[in-house]
């Protein structure tokens, strides 16, 4: 007698531990659920950003712009020239300078570079020897440049990571305080470099 009396009162005890035990679930599941039906239908994305240049999310590097270069293991503002380097490429190269030096204490994280297709006049070549001594030197094919048929025409500026993946991209009429930003910015999330 004694065990059918206990019986009935452990039932609305099993019912309850399955009811925690579904609450639980769906709180581990629901948000992963809903993270993924965000990300697959687009809804409640932020139409915000918080960078200046264009995005460059594809995996390519620089090989993929016709610029051979050896590894850095350093952030790089790389200064493509396709077409030579005239005033707005000038303008990029004192840009990608003023910028690293804008960096302050993390200025070893980084350097500047210029990747021109044909080689520079004279009197320019002088001026990057004497006012810009930390200044890489890249040569750049300007078929495989050419073949990204997305770049636009023109001296760009670039961010690339220590592993040599471009990350973000920049016109000639950049602003240089936003790009300052958006480099300290990647500074302060990355771990390399």
Same mark, same amino acid.
């Given at each position: 007698?004694?065990?059918?009396?206990?019986? %009935?009162?452990?039932?609305?005890?099993?019912?309850?531990?399955?009811?925690q035990?579904?609450?639980?679930?769906?709180?581990?599941?629901?948000?992963?659920?809903?993270?993924?039906?965000?990300y697959?239908?687009?809804?409640? &994305?932020?139409? =915000?950003?918080n960078?200046?240049g264009?995005? &460059?999310?594809?995996?390519?590097?620089?090989?993929?712009?016709?610029?051979?270069?050896?590894a850095?293991?350093?952030?790089?503002?790389?200064v493509?020239a396709?077409?030579?380097?005239?005033?707005s490429?000038?303008?990029?190269?004192?840009?990608?300078?003023?910028?690293?030096?804008?960096?302050?204490?993390?200025a070893?994280?980084?350097?500047?570079? !210029?990747? =021109?297709?044909?080689?520079?006049?004279?009197?320019?070549?002088?001026?990057?020897?004497?006012?810009?001594?930390q200044?890489?030197?890249?040569?750049l094919? %300007?078929?495989?440049?050419? =073949?990204?048929?997305? !770049?636009?025409?023109?001296a760009q500026?670039?961010?690339?990571?220590?592993?040599?993946?471009?990350v973000?991209?920049?016109?000639?009429?950049?602003?240089?305080k936003?790009?300052?930003?958006?480099?300290?910015?990647l500074?302060?999330?990355s771990?390399?470099?």
């Amino acid at each position: 007698m004694n065990r059918l009396a206990s019986f %009935p009162a452990e039932a609305p005890r099993r019912g309850r531990g399955r009811l925690q035990l579904l609450l639980i679930l769906a709180i581990v599941l629901l948000p992963m659920l809903l993270a993924s039906a965000m990300y697959r239908f687009g809804f409640w &994305v932020p139409d =915000s950003r918080n960078y200046d240049g264009v995005l &460059v999310a594809d995996g390519r590097d620089r090989a993929a712009l016709g610029v051979s270069a050896a590894a850095t293991h350093r952030w790089e503002l790389l200064v493509t020239a396709p077409d030579g380097c005239a005033q707005s490429c000038r303008r990029l190269v004192y840009l990608a300078r003023q910028i690293h030096i804008g960096l302050a204490r993390d200025a070893t994280r980084a350097g500047h570079a !210029l990747a =021109s297709a044909d080689s520079l006049d004279a009197a320019y070549e002088a001026q990057l020897r004497a006012e810009y001594p930390q200044l890489a030197r890249y040569p750049l094919d %300007p078929a495989t440049y050419r =073949s990204n048929g997305e !770049l636009p025409a023109g001296a760009q500026l670039w961010i690339v990571d220590p592993h040599g993946n471009l990350v973000l991209r920049y016109g000639s009429e950049a602003n240089g305080k936003a790009i300052l930003e958006d480099l300290r910015h990647l500074l302060k999330s990355s771990q390399i470099g």
